[in-house]
Nanobody, 113 residues
Framework: QVQLVESGGGLVQAGDSVRLSCAASGRTFSRYDMAWFRQAPGQEREFVAAISHSGASTDYVDSVQGRFSISRDNAKNTVYLQMNSLKPEDTAVYYC??????WGQGTQVTVSS
């Protein structure tokens, strides 16, 4: 069973940058598309960004387009989310997802104004 572990969250100020990491166990990481989702207090979990298994294709929700960048290193079984120009409305627990099947435990990102 693949497990995902996110890291890199914390408390930052508006305008700052943060890079989240999601490390996967197992040997099948490179076969799967990966995605980041987020859930703010009282809100439903929403899609943030996705990357194809090879890394050739990416997709973003409109609200983060141009500010966030998703990437992956298949040799390290890790997917990243580089978040720049952070806004208070980016405050949420961020989750990585493997192949629409496996979820990590989440990492909190709090952006103060």
């Amino acid at each position: 069973q693949v497990q995902l572990v996110e890291s890199g969250g914390g408390l930052v100020q508006a305008g700052d940058s943060v890079r989240l990491s999601c490390a996967a166990s197992g040997r099948t990481f490179s076969r799967y598309d990966m995605a980041w989702f987020r859930q703010a207090p009282g809100q439903e979990r929403e899609f943030v960004a996705a990357i194809s298994h090879s890394g050739a294709s990416t997709d973003y929700v409109d609200s983060v387009q141009g500010r966030f960048s998703i990437s992956r290193d298949n040799a390290k079984n890790t997917v990243y989310l580089q978040m720049n120009s952070l806004k208070p409305e980016d405050t949420a627990v961020y989750y990585c997802n493997l192949g629409s099947r496996v979820w990590g435990q989440g990492t909190q990102v709090t952006v103060s104004s």
